[in-house]
């Protein structure tokens, strides 16, 4: 359970007995109603992390709406994963390895839904580089998401899967990867965070492997 949960249950908790106090019991089921929603919504259960080398975990629960290739300076793969508010929110690594950027944008609270909410949606772009390769996610405010909390600093080791912040209610998370990345998941599938494989991706042996056979094969 993220301790927020107790906060939220325990301020609701107090306004219920208030409530039924001066106004009646029948009228105290509301705040009570909401503390057990607050209760379970800020729920952090324990999850089997993959170990198998180069798997790329899922940062969060949720629906994957998207799988395509961005051209931002560079050819990556982009995988976008929408949370609704019945989702676990707590965020967790996709890949061992260092924090090398944590980049915070202001922005608008779009329905993350929209294609436009990647861009334009406050967010949260988190850099990490393991053995294998970089990758890149955002933590995208939605409609109801006003709060983004990630806590690892810039130079953070963190663990495959490991819990590193939340988003409160409905949200996105972007993950982009090389574009060599076995991609495993597929539009429509629903992925646990700290679980599920996204992708797997290629040691950095078996890229430069790959590039010079390319070559190879190209100045034939």
């Known amino acids: 359970m993220v301790r927020d949960g107790y906060y939220y249950a325990l301020a609701l908790g107090a306004a219920a007995l208030l409530i039924g106090w001066f106004a009646g019991p029948l009228w105290a089921l509301i705040p009570v109603w909401l503390a057990g929603f607050f209760l379970w919504f ?6 089997f992390v993959p170990q198998m080398p180069g798997a790329v975990v899922s940062p969060a629960d ?6 395509s290739i961005t051209l931002d300076g560079e050819q990556r793969s982009r995988i976008s994963i929408f ?8 965020n967790r690594s996709p890949i061992e390895g260092v924090v090398r ?7 608008k609270f779009l329905n993350a839904m929209n294609e436009l909410s990647a861009e334009q949606n406050e967010q949260n772009v988190v850099t990490i580089e393991g053995d294998e390769q970089v990758v890149v996610f955002k933590q995208i405010a939605g409609l109801l998401a006003r709060r983004i909390v990630f806590r690892p600093k810039t130079g953070d080791q963190v663990r495959r899967g490991q819990r590193v912040g939340m988003m409160k209610f409905g949200s996105r998370v972007d993950v982009f990867l090389d574009p060599a990345a076995s991609v495993q998941v597929r ?20 890229l430069s492997s790959t590039v ?3 070559a190879r094969e190209r100045g034939r």
């Open 42 to 47: 800020f729920r952090d259960p324990e999850r």
């Open 62 to 67: 949720g629906k994957v709406t998207s799988v």
């Open 83 to 90: 949370l609704n508010v019945f989702d676990v929110h707590v």
């Open 101 to 107: 950027e944590v980049r915070y944008k202001r922005g």
């Open 187 to 206: 539009i429509g599938e629903h992925v646990r965070g700290g679980e599920s494989v996204l992708a797997y991706l290629q040691s950095s042996r078996e």
């Open 212 to 214: 010079h056979s390319a």
